[in-house]
């Protein structure tokens, strides 16, 4: 392991002497040479120039099949036309007015249609979807806690940043000791374990994945969704489905599609703007009742952005269409079957579970594929995205 990793890297210096270059000047502005902690890689980051389709290319022109895809936002694959010629159709007519448009009235009604919510709003990231839902379910139950799943992340947010690790303090510095006591974690697939934490913490919310995709993918267990749903309904608590990663991408309505349960909340982000930063909140109507009357405040400057807006409206309408889910569909499972043991998809993620997480064993797959081409999400669990522009060939 040792000499295969010693040999990966060496060669990965060597085929990235201008990344290496651009994170020794990076350094000097940017806080650690990137623009989100998430960007970091050893021994430097890589710094991308430009993306097509199903590929990228970084600053010493080394081309790559990407299957990271902007940690799997950019399912529609890079530069898709129908995307291009929305935004720049909208970028003349002005980007920014601080008051609604058509767009985001479509994007919603479309929205509406998929998820089977009938009221949205718009953000700007999933970190504020997931902490505008609680907030709203705060507000609806007059109750603070807050129940997840154990390591699961949803967003930066004071709130949910906790136990986003297995370790306590696994979440970083800056995060007040009160938040982490209105925080409580349970393990996925435990429908005993989330129905005693509803009875004793007595949360406002649960917020969870439908099926978990940030440490590695795990599926539903039979009945237990409709455990959930049944135990939060019993209780007087808000369900939360953070779609932030399964919305858009494994079902045109996602993981309530895709599982058939329907939560009080819907949390979007990454897939919906194709490649802009936006994202919604979907609420059954008892909900949207409280921001509908100004109890409370779901505000940004950018909600709703006419050019976010008008990429969504183009990637939901054109290019996210019934025939790019099954192209989807069938690419995981190509791609699941060629991998073999230990792979699973869903929709357009996959990953590799290959027992105990493995760092330096993580590391060298990454580099390994990296040096040959192939563009991954760094991490634990070896994850893949395809996107409507991979083919059987790339
Ligand atoms: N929820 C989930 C499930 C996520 O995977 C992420 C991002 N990885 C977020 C929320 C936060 O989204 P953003 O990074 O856009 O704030």
């Known amino acids: 392991m040792r000499e295969l990793l010693e040999r990966e890297r060496a060669l990965w210096a060597e085929r990235t002497p201008g990344s290496e270059r651009m994170f020794g000047r990076a350094r000097g502005s940017l806080a650690a040479g990137v623009a989100s902690s998430y ?3 050893d021994p430097w980051p890589v710094y991308m120039t430009r993306g097509e389709g199903a590929r990228v290319w970084d600053v010493d022109g080394n081309e790559y099949i990407d299957f990271h895809n902007g940690f799997s936002a950019m399912v529609q694959g890079h530069a898709h036309p129908a995307i291009t010629a929305a935004v720049s159709a909208r970028q003349p007519l002005g980007t920014h007015f601080g008051a609604p448009t058509e767009e985001a009235v479509v994007v ?9 919510l009938s009221r ?21 139950t007059g109750r603070d806690g807050v129940v997840k799943i154990a390591g699961s992340y949803h967003g930066h947010a004071d709130t949910t940043m906790v136990s986003v690790g297995p370790e306590p303090g696994a979440w970083g510095a800056g995060i007040p000791d009160a938040i982490v006591a209105q925080v409580r974690a ?12 509803l009875a004793e913490a007595d949360p406002a919310c649960v917020v969870m994945e439908a099926a978990r995709t940030n440490a590695g993918i795990v599926l539903p267990e039979p009945g237990y969704l409709e455990a959930v749903r049944d135990a939060t309904r019993a209780t007087g608590t808000v369900l939360i ?16 599609e895709r599982f058939g349960v329907r939560p009080d909340m819907v949390t979007l982000a990454k897939a919906l703007g194709a490649g802009l930063p936006t994202g919604a ?14 109890r409370v405040h779901q505000v940004g400057t950018f909600n709703g952005n006419p050019l976010g807006m008008a990429a969504a409206r183009a990637n939901l309408l054109e290019v996210l269409t019934p025939a790019a889910y099954e192209h989807l569909e069938r690419l995981g499972e190509r791609m699941a079957a060629g991998v073999g043991a ?23 797959i990454w580099l390994w594929l990296a040096n040959r081409g192939i563009f991954t999400t ?11 522009a991979h083919d059987e060939a790339a």
Do not use: Y
């Not at 919603?108 to 998820?115: T, W, Y």
């Not at 399964?246 to 309530?256: D, H, Q, R, S, Y």
């Open 39 to 41: 960007q970091r890689l």
């Open 108 to 116: 919603a009604e479309e929205l509406s249609r998929r998820f089977g």
């Open 120 to 140: 949205w709003r718009f953000t700007n990231s999933g970190t504020e979807s997931v902490m505008h839902a609680i907030r709203v379910a705060r507000a609806h």
């Open 186 to 197: 349970v393990p996925f697939n435990d429908a005993d374990a989330m129905a005693g934490a």
């Open 241 to 256: 489905f953070d779609e932030v990663k399964t919305g858009l991408t494994i079902a045109p309505g996602g993981a309530v």
């Open 281 to 294: 909140i979907g609420m059954i109507e008892e909900l949207a009742a409280l921001v509908e009357d100004g």
């Open 342 to 364: 230990g792979a699973i998809a869903l929709g357009s993620k996959g990953c590799v579970h290959r027992g105990a997480p493995d760092r330096e064993r993580s590391e060298l």
């Open 378 to 388: 760094p991490g634990r669990e070896q994850e893949w995205n395809v996107t409507v």
